[in-house]
C-alpha cells in the first residue's frame, strides 16, 4: 500500500476513526482546509451518471452519509459528459467529485489540465488519488476529487471518506451509530494515494446458513423463488457492507439456496453494487449445488452423465456471462463430498479441460486466461494436485485450511510464478468432523493473523476467502481478515492485532468513551477471542478443564466472568442509543460465553461434588438449570434488541452435542442430587483437598492413601509454591464446628477454624483453608506434617479426618536465574526465555495472545529455510534449576500451535536438548501416505488447539539449560513443561512455576 503526503507535515486529528488508512478528513478547522460541511452549509456531491452505475450509487451512499453525521444529505447534482457545469447556477464554493480514470470526463479533463496526477494508480486494481483541486471546473471553486483507478477503486475512494466522517461499515449491519458533528473538513495539504490491495480478491462465503441466517431473511425480506428468502433485497446490504470494508468477493448462500436462481436479480445486482461474485469450491460454473437437484438431468456422476452436467453447466455459463464473476472449476461429488473413493486425476482434468472449453466458446474465444477461474482443493482435491494434476497455470489454486484455522498447504517456491498464484479458503465456522462450530464467535485474531501472514508471505494472494457461516456473530473477525487482505502492509507483517483491534473499538465507539474505555473494548474483544478459541463452545464437556487439579476450571470460569463484568461496565457507560451496537459486537458474546462455560463447568463441579456427597451439589445443580435457563434469556435479549430487527440470528443450538452435528435442542449437561434428608454415613463433615478427586471420612475410591478411609495427601509444598488449599464442607445434616490443627507450628492455616450449616446449601457453603509454611522456621529437606481436623460431630462409624502435608525446604543458589523446580515439574510460558539466540538471519518473535495460556513465539521470517538444531540456527534457552531430576530420565513437554504442515517435503518440527547434549528432534505433524487423509491425532490437535510432545531427557539435579530450536517456521512454541514426576492431568498444562529473577 502506497501512501504519499506533500507536504510532509501532516496534521494528525484527535479522533482518528478510520481503520488504518491515511485521514485526510477532520472535524476543526485549520486554515488550510476545505470545509465539506458546517454549519449547515453543505459541499455540492457531484456524480457523472456515465460512469459505473456502483460509483453513482456509493456516491450516493456517501451524501446519505453525512446526512448521518451532520444531519445533511449533500446535494447531488447528476451530469453526464462535459457537462458537469450545466445544471449549476453561480458558482459552488465546495464540492466533491467522484469519478473514475477513463471513465468520466471531469476526472480525465483535470489529469489532462495536470491538475491531478494519477501515474501512480492508473491501470492499478482497486487503487485511487484523492486531493482538493482548486478551481476544477468553471462553476466549481474547490473540490475534493476522488479518483478510481477503476470502479471499485471510485468506490472505495466514496467509502473511505464514509468511514472517515465516522460511518462504520456496520452501522446497518451491526448498528453502529456515527457520531454527530456540525462540521467537517478535509485537509488540503494531504494527498492521498490509495494503492492496490494487497490480496486481489477478498471476501466471505455465507454458509451453514441455517437455522440462524435463514430464519432472519425469512423474517425480514419478500420470498423468492424455490421457497428462498435469499433474495437481492437481503444482498444488496451484504454487497454495501463488503464494499465498506473494501471487501470485493462473495460465495453466497448455498445450503438451502440458489443465488442465481431464487431471484433472477441477485447476479444483476452484484454486478451493479461491484461485487465478483463466485461459487463455492463444490460448486462450479457459477450454478449452486441445489441447481442440479432442481433442474439436472440423471446423476451428478461426470463418468456416466458427462452430456447432461456439461449441458448444465452451458447454462450456468449463459445467465452469469454478462457479469463479473470468478469462475469456479474442478468438481467435487454431490453435496460437498468426494468424487469418487479414489484419486481420479484423469477424470478431473477433463472436468477443467471441458470447463474451459465452454467458457472460451461463450465468451466468444477471448483468451481463456484473461477468464478468472479459480480450483479449490478441499479435503481430497488437494491430494489430486500431490498426486500430480495437471492445472492449466492460470487458474488460481484455492489452497484450504483444515476446516480449524490452519492453513494445510501453501505456495511452494516453484509454484509462486504460475500466472493464475494462488489464495486461500479459511474457515471461521464449521459443520462437520469432529465437531460443528457454528454459534457464535470462536475465533482468535492473533491466531488468524499468524495463518493469514503465513499465507500472504508463501504468496497465496489472489483470493481469501473466509467461510462466515451465518456472517453476524463474526463480524470482528470478518473485519480483521479483510482488513489484513486489504491492506497487509499496515496490519500483517508483524502482528498488529491490538493495534487494530484500538482502531477498530476507536471507530465503532470512540466518540462514546474515555481514550482509556476505548483501549478496555480493544482488550475486551481480544480477549474473548483468547479464551473463545480455546476450545470451541461446541467441542467443551463438564470436565474439559480440570475440575481439581491447578484449580484450572474455576480459574478459567473466573477468567470469563471477570471478562463478562468488564464488558458490562463498559455497555453501561455508553448512551441508550449506542448500546444495542455494543451489546452485538462486544457484550454479547461475552455474556453468552460466559454463561455457557458457568453452565457447563458447574455441572462438572455438581457431579464431582456429588460424588464427595456435598450437600452443595445440590445448589450447583439448581445453579446450573438457572444459567441454562439465562442462556436462552440472553438469546431472548438480542431478538428483542431494536424491535426485534435481529430476531432469530441467535437461533443456533449449542448446547448438548452428543456427535459432530448440532443437537436439535439444547439440552443441559447431566446433573446430581444428593440425598438432603439423611447424613452421611460418615457423617457431615467432609474434607477435599487439591488435587484429589475423593473426600474423608468415608469410603472412597479416590482416597489418596491406599486402605485409609480418613487421610488425603496435598502435593508437596516448598518454597516455590505459595500455599495449598483444604476444602472443609457438609454432607449430612448436622451443623458443626471444625478446627484444622497442624502437629508442625511452622505450618500456618487460615482460617485454622470455622462451621458449616447443614441447611444453608448455597454453593459458596464451604471453608478454604489455605495452608502456607513459615519457611525461616521450617527444617530442611523433606518431611511430612499431619494436620488433624477436629469437630463437634460425629465420624459414625469411621475415624477422625487428617490430611497429610509433604513438606519439601529447598533452595535454588542465589545467584540462579530461571525457573524452580516445585512440586516435582517446571511449567514454563514459551516467551519467558532466559535467552533468545538469533543467528543466521532468523529470529524468534512472541505473538502476544497467541494459543491458550499467554502467547506463542514462533520464528521469522516465515520464508526462512529449514533450520538445524546447531548453535549457528537460532534458538531460544531456559535455565532450569532442578531439585529431584530422576535418574532415569525426565519428560519435557513441549505444546505448539495446531499449526500443520503448509509444505509436505518441510514437515514442521522442534529440536530440544538439555545443556550440551545432542538434540532430540521432534517431527510434530506427521502426514499420512493416504494424500486424502488428515495427520493423525489431527483431530484433537484441531480441537485442542494444540500438538502435544513429549521427549525423555536425563540430567541430575541442579542448574541446567533447556534449548529449544524451531526447525521450520511456522512452528509456534506456547509452553514447555519439565516433569520430574509431579504432573497431574489437565487441558491448558500445569500453569506456569516459579521464575526466580
Ligand atoms: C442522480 O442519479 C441517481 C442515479 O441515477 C439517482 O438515484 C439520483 O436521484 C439522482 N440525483 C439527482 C439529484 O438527480
Partial sequence: MLFSYFPALVALCSTVSALGGLQNIVFKNSKDDLQLAAHKKSATLFLDTEDWPGVVRAGLDLSDDFKKVTGEALPVVNFTGSGICTKVHGKVESAIIIGTVGNSSIIDTLVSAKKLDVSEIEGKWESYVMKVIENPAPCISSALVIAGSDKRGSIFGAYDISEQIGVSPWYWFADVVPATHSEIYVSKSIVKVQGEPSVKYRGIFLNDEQPALAAWVAEFFPEGKYNSYFVHQFYVKLFELLLRMRANFLWPAMWASMFGEDDPENQYWADYYGIVMSTSHTEPLMRATNEWTTFGNGSWDYSTNKDNIVEFWKEGIARSKPYENMWTTGMRGFGDTPITGGVEISLLEDVIKTQRELLTEYFNNTDI???????????????????????????????????????????????????????????????????????????????????????????????????????????????????????????????????????????????????????????????????????????????????????????????????????????????????????????????????????????????????????????????????????????????????????????????????????????????????????????????????????????????????????????????????????????????????????????????????????????????????????????????????????????????????????????????????????????????????????????????DRYGRTLSGVTLFPVTADSQEATEDYSYLEYNLYSFSAPQYGSNITVYTGSSLNIDPSRPLKYAIAIDDQEPQVVQIVVDPTDPTAMPAHWEDAASDGVWIHNTTHTFDAGEHTLKLWALEPAVVFEKVVVDFGGVVPSFLGPPETYIKK
Fill in 369 to 847: 486466461t484473461d477468464i478468472p477461474q479459480v480450483w479449490c482443493l478441499y479435503k481430497e482435491v488437494q491430494a489430486y494436485f500431490q498426486e500430480g494434476m495437471q492445472v492449466p497455470e492460470d487458474i488460481t489454486l484455492l489452497w484450504v485450511d483444515d476446516n480449524w484455522g490452519n492453513n494445510r498447504r501453501l505456495p511452494l517456491a516453484n509454484e509462486t510464478d504460475r500466472a493464475g498464484g494462488a489464495g486461500v479458503y479459511y474457515h471461521f465456522d464449521y459443520v462437520g468432523s469432529p465437531v460443528d462450530f457454528k454459534w457464535i464467535n470462536t475465533v482468535s485474531l492473533e491466531k488468524t493473523w499468524e495463518q493469514m501472514h503465513l499465507a500472504k508471505q508463501k504468496q497465496a494472494d489472489q483470493i481469501w476467502v473466509v467461510n462466515v457461516g451465518d456472517m453476524k456473530p463474526l463480524e470482528i473477525p470478518i473485519e480483521y481478515f479483510i482488513s489484513l487482505g486489504y491492506d497487509f502492509d499496515t496490519w500483517g507483517p508483524i502482528n498488529k492485532v491490538m493495534t487494530w483491534a484500538t482502531a477498530w473499538a476507536q471507530r465503532e465507539f470512540g466518540a462514546y468513551l474515555k481514550e482509556d474505555d476505548v483501549k478496555e473494548v480493544a482488550d475486551i474483544i481480544d480477549l474473548y477471542g483468547f479464551y473463545a478459541n480455546r476450545k470451541k463452545y461446541e467441542a467443551l464437556n463438564t470436565t474439559t478443564f480440570h475440575l481439581y487439579n491447578y484449580n484450572e476450571a474455576e480459574t478459567v470460569l473466573s477468567e470469563w466472568a471477570d471478562l463478562a463484568d468488564r464488558a458490562w461496565a463498559v455497555y453501561k457507560k455508553l448512551p441508550k442509543n449506542v448500546q444495542p451496537s455494543f451489546f452485538q459486537l462486544v457484550l454479547h458474546p461475552a455474556v453468552a460465553g460466559y454463561t455457557v462455560y458457568d453452565i457447563l463447568i458447574s455441572a462438572g463441579k455438581n457431579n464431582l461434588y456429588a460424588e464427595q456427597r456435598r450437600n452443595q451439589a445440590n445448589a450447583l445443580s439448581t445453579h446450573v438449570l438457572d444459567r441454562f435457563q439465562y442462556d436462552n434469556t440472553w438469546k431472548g435479549e438480542y431478538d428483542s434488541l431494536l424491535g426485534g430487527k435481529w430476531k432469530h440470528m441467535m437461533d443456533q443450538t449449542h448446547l448438548g452435542y452428543f456427535y459432530w452435528q448440532q443437537p436439535m435442542r439444547n439440552v443441559a449437561p447431566p446433573l446430581a442430587y444428593v440425598q438432603l434428608e439423611e447424613n452421611s454415613l460418615a457423617g457431615s463433615l467432609g474434607v477435599t483437598v487439591e488435587q484429589s478427586r475423593g473426600s474423608v471420612p468415608g469410603d472412597d475410591a479416590y482416597n489418596a492413601v491406599a486402605y485409609s478411609n480418613n487421610t488425603l495427601v496435598l502435593p508437596t509444598l516448598d518454597p516455590y509454591t505459595d500455599s495449598r488449599h483444604i476444602t472443609i464442607f457438609n454432607k449430612g445434616i448436622e451443623d458443626f464446628y471444625f478446627e484444622v490443627s497442624p502437629y508442625a507450628d511452622y505450618v500456618k492455616v487460615n482460617p485454622s477454624s470455622g462451621s458449616v450449616s447443614a441447611t444453608n446449601n448455597s454453593i459458596w457453603n464451604s471453608v478454604d483453608v489455605e495452608v502456607t509454611v513459615d519457611w525461616d522456621q521450617a527444617p530442611e529437606g523433606y518431611n511430612i506434617v499431619f494436620m488433624n481436623i477436629t469437630s463437634n460431630t460425629t465420624y459414625e462409624f469411621f475415624g477422625m479426618p487428617t490430611v497429610n502435608l509433604p513438606i519439601n525446604k529447598t533452595q535454588a543458589p542465589d545467584d540462579f536465574k530461571g525457573f524452580v523446580e516445585t512440586n516435582q515439574h517446571i511449567s514454563i510460558e514459551a516467551e519467558h526465555f532466559s535467552n533468545n539466540q538469533s543467528t543466521n538471519d532468523t529470529y524468534y518473535v512472541t505473538i
